[in-house]
C-alpha cells in the first residue's frame, strides 16, 4: 500500500485552515510565520516561496525577511533578536545555507526555542530528548504523522534508520524510541513510539543484514537505490526520504526526483511504502504550519 503523503497533507492543511479561520471567529488573530532568506540562493528562493504559499493557503499570515549576501553575523543576530521580541511572529525560520561568513550554529542558537518552528535550536532539539515539549523539525514530524495517520503502531517494533543526519536520522531515531507518554504535543497518535531502533550511516557493516531485521525502515541518505529488495522483509514498512536529482532526457527539465529506494522492485515486498515524489516531501511543509499553530498556542 502506498504511504500518499501528498493526500494526507491536503487533509492536514484543511484541519489547519478550519483551526485558523475559528481562532479568527473568537476574536483572536491569526497564526504568523517569518521566513528570513539571505541572498539569492536559487533553491532557497523555491523552498522560501512554497513555504508563504503554503501559509497563504491555510490564513496562517507570513513574513519575508529579505537579506543581502553580504551582511554581517552582528547584523543578522540583530534581526534574529528583532523577531525573538516581535510579539506578532510566533515562529520563525532563517532559510539554510548561510553565506559562509556566518556561523549557522551561532545563528541558530540565538532563536528563541518557542519561536523556533524548525525545531533546530539546540534548546528544541534537547528538549525532544528528554521528552519535553518542544518543536519537532519538519521531516521527523511528518514521517511520524504520515505513519500515526496510517495507524501504524510502532511499539515493540524494530526501526532501522538509514542516516544520522541533525534534520532527519538523528530526530526521527529519537522520537520512534521515546515512551509514548512522553511524546510530543500535536501529535495525532500515542501509539508512536516504543520501538527499538537501530541507526545506521555510512560506516556501518553488513547495512543488508541489519535491514533484513527491519519492521520498518526509514531512508536519509541522499544515494538513488541504496534500498534494494533483497535488504527487505517481506511486509514491511518503507519510508524513503531521499530526494535526488537523475538526469532523464524524456522529463521536461531534463531530470527527475527519486528517493533511496528502489521504489519498483522493493513495493511488491513492502505492507507500506512512501513514494518519491509524494510522500515524505509533502508531509514535511505541512509540519512547518503544525509547528507554526503549535509556538502560536504555545504548547
Ligand atoms: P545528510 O547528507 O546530512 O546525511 C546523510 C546520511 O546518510 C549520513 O548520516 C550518511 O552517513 C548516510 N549515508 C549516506 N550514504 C550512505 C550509505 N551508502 N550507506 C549508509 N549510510 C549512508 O542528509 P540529510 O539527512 O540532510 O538528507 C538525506 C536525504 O533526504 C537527502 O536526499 C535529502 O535531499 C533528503 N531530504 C528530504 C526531505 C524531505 O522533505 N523529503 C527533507 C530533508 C532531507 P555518514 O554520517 O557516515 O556520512
Known sequence: MILDGKHISQTIRAEIREEVLMLKAKGLRAPKLAVVIVGH???SETYVANKIKACE?????SERIALEADITEGQLLEEVKRLNNDPSVDGFIVQLPLPEHISETTIMSAIDYRKDVDGLTPENV??????LPSLV???PRGIRELLSRYKIQTEGKHVVVIGRSNIVGKPIAMLL???PYLSLPGMSAASLGDATVTVCHSKTRDLAAICRTADIIIV??????LLTADMVKEGATVIDVGINRIEDPSAPRGYKLVGDVDFENVAPKA????????????????????NTLQAYLGN
Open 220 to 225: 536519509a541518505a541522499g544515494s538513488p537505490k
Open 177 to 179: 524510541m521515546q515512551r
Open 137 to 139: 523539525s519538519a521531516t
Open 57 to 61: 493557503e491555510v490564513g496562517i499570515v
Open 41 to 43: 540562493n536559487p533553491a
Open 126 to 131: 534537547g528538549r525532544t530528548v528528554q521528552g
Open 271 to 290: 505492507a507500506f511504502i512512501t513514494p518519491v515524489p509524494g510522500g515524505v516531501g509533502p508531509m514535511t511543509i505541512v509540519s512547518l504550519l503544525q
